[in-house]
């Protein structure tokens, strides 16, 4: 059998971004929550403040440690698979994921390491101040990724001279069609993230009774977090769709599974999509509803997948089922805290054990959801990778062989299962470790080296774990 | 853009980027090729302890040196990868399953061992597939019309192998004296005996590839034997720091030796840097061919300036923190 090069680095760079992508989505949401807790132990000095600050941190520790390890990689997989796509947009690319990494290096150098190991070494404002930096850090970071990403989307303010791209205006370039709409959607995704994942820790201690005053107010201020932001996260979502619809016409088709160009077009909710037959099959659909969602009015044209010829069309199945999977859990989250906000009637919610174990499981939810619609987004540019100006095929390195991408494809999925399980696992024994009784003293942390991982104070094995008191 | 030349600006930082990394993270590297053969496992703490608390800010100058030559030169970046397609991979999960042997270590006893073989095989790895990417630096890429057209294995000659072993060589030399200046005791000495060989062992490679590099690249040949020049002052300061080791480590100076060794590699670097200069994708492309929009190398640069101080900063920070010797025993609890 032969293996393609380009097949395989595509599911190569999926593999390596997806599993890099969980690190961030959560660490932006959770250096908020961070923020916003020492913020109001500062305010109160209430202690449940400042413990719940404590554990979220080291949890952040961990990911945010786990997160730089993957990210490495991805620095390297532009050159190694992708080199023409390199050189053609270094111009513009170069930079934007230059500054990434510059800001990345100016957080952790400046403020990283008072946030980890600094409280109560530093003034309670200095060591507020570093966080509240680290949080918005994280915007930062994200900012120059989803203006890279989204100009990949929606290229704008360049022109193409002797097969570079040659940027002639930045702020066009920067500030690109989509850019605004996949930053919003990203952001809010991230803190529905760091919501999700607090509530269910939270409610899983509740289930077991540990430390139920603190959990409360965690649990509880997530709730009302989330009920705010899941449904303006569906709306945020169907400008993006909206915006989609006027730029990337085929993946919206892709994503409704419309094959022909209609007016009235009907909501999908089930569809087997054959590329090869160009049509789907076991349609269940919903009369006139997608016309309405992107274009709001009844009788809106919706663009169909057979605009674009057959071998400019994106794989479509999985673009329409992974939008589902997406929108699902979408409605799913939004249910989940209603329930909640019904629950608090009588103070039910941090009681009702049902309600608690929904959430525990709900932990995964945004995690999927992210991924699947990154999943939508990227899969549904197919074939381009800047959009209409470049395809894969074009960027790919040329000298790579099917036995060379293969390789790598192994071995990063070998490497990350080791770097992955270790670091679960380890997340796990923090998380179980739980909130430290009291005023938890690590004077020792001086002598510590000052890396994230260190902030954790975790054993790795049982048998360690006397010897590892501090 | 006629005022200053910013693809001379941004090849010297990319210089100093590489050089900044090759010699900070070359120590720690080389602990881990060492490992092995430490005396015993308290030796090893005191290895790892010396280098825990700043290790990851060495590597901080590698990503640091690739992020800026995506955007300062393309050409550098699209070409290397490429041809180190393997090679990278191999760096890449050697790094990464020591800085995960790093973490876990301290915070394990029972699978220690395996923590301990990670942490080695890691290192050795990384090692020589850097020692690999220098060897395929200087033998040059097979490029057309800026990509390359090159094999798989283009990196892997008997001359990257023997760069790939020297290298290795190198930084457990590094390591040793590293060792020398932060350790005492039992793991003093151990050092002590194992750098004259290490040495013997880089000065005898250094002096093949020496030998071997100007009939490889015939810019190289007219660069040094045309007419006598000022660049002949390079490895002759190499030598004096090889020199200057033996002496040192013969009279048990504590600082001395790893600021010797420090000297063998710069002046070394700046030997190949003066051999291939302005060369950067050898044998055909300038840093000129290979510079991105003077735009683009201005956009980043700003950032550049801004951060570098601030990483120089606090890198001199966390060596002033954890200045001095680290004891059996100390450090981690």
Known sequence: MELDPLLLSRIQFAFVVAFHAIFPVFTIGLASYIALLNGLFFKTENQAWDRLALFWTRVFAVVFGMGVVSGIVMSFQFGTNWSNFSLATANFLGPMLSYEVVTAFFLEAAFLGVLLFGRGKVPQGVHLFASIMVALGTFISSFWILSANSWMHTPTGFEVIDGRFQITDWSDAIFNPSFPFRFSHMVIASFLTGGFVVAGVSAWYLLIGRDAEANKKALSMCLWMLLFLAPVQAVVGDFHGINTLEHQPTKVAAMEGNWETMRNAPLLLFAVPDQEAQQNHFEIGIPSLASIILTHSADGEVPGIRKASPEEQPPVAIVFWSFRVMVGLGFLMIAVVFMGLWLRRGGRVFEHRGYLQTLRVMTAAPFIAVLAGWIVTETGRAPWLVYGVMSHAEGLTPSLTGGMALFTLIGYMAVYAVVFCAGVYYLTRVVRQGMLPGQPDFSDDIERPSRPLSAAHATFDDASRTTMGG | ?333
Not at chain 2, 37 to 62: C, I
Not at chain 2, 198 to 210: D, K, Q, R, Y
Request: proline residues 5%; negative net charge; charged residues 15%.
């Open chain 2, 1 to 333: 853009m006629e005022t200053f030349d910013l693809s001379l600006i941004w090849a010297l930082i990319i210089g100093f980027a590489v050089i900044m990394y090759v010699v900070m993270d070359g120590f720690d590297l080389g602990l881990g090729i060492l490992f092995p053969f430490a005396p015993d496992e308290d030796a090893r703490d005191v290895m790892m302890n010396s280098v825990a608390p700043v290790w990851d800010g060495n590597e901080t100058w590698l990503v640091l040196g690739g992020a800026g030559l995506l955007a300062a030169f393309p050409l550098v970046y699209s070409v290397f990868l490429p041809a180190l397609y393997i090679g990278v991979f191999l760096m890449l999960a050697g790094l990464i399953f020591r800085g995960v042997a790093f973490e876990f270590r301290f915070k394990s006893r029972r699978r220690r061992i395996w923590w301990n073989r990670a942490f080695c095989w890691g290192s050795a790895v990384a090692t020589f597939a850097q020692g690999a990417v220098v060897g395929s630096y200087i033998q040059g890429f097979a490029v057309e019309d800026f990509v390359y057209v090159g094999d798989a294995f283009d990196w892997l000659s008997p001359f990257t192998v023997l760069t790939g072993l020297g290298m290795m060589a190198g930084y457990a030399l590094l390591g040793a004296t590293w060792l020398i200046l932060k350790s005492e005791g039992h793991v003093q000495d151990w050092a002590y005996r194992i750098a004259p060989t290490l040495l013997i062992a880089v000065l005898a490679v250094f002096a093949i590839i020496s030998v071997w590099t100007p009939f490889l690249d015939p810019n190289v040949w007219s660069r040094w034997f045309d007419h006598i020049q000022l660049i002949w002052v390079l490895p002759a300061l190499s030598m004096a720091c090889a020199f200057t080791i033996f002496r040192s480590v013969r009279r048990r100076d504590e600082g001395l030796p790893f600021i010797a060794t420090l000297g063998l590699f710069i002046f070394t670097y700046l030997g190949l840097v003066a051999s291939k200069w302005p060369v950067i994708v050898p044998p055909n492309y300038t840093i000129w061919d290979a510079a991105s929009a003077p735009e683009s190398q201005l956009f980043l640069l700003i950032g550049m300036l801004f951060v570098i101080p601030v990483v120089l900063t606090y890198t001199a920070w966390s060596y002033w923190v954890f200045r001095g010797k680290v004891k059996v025993g100390e450090g981690y609890h």
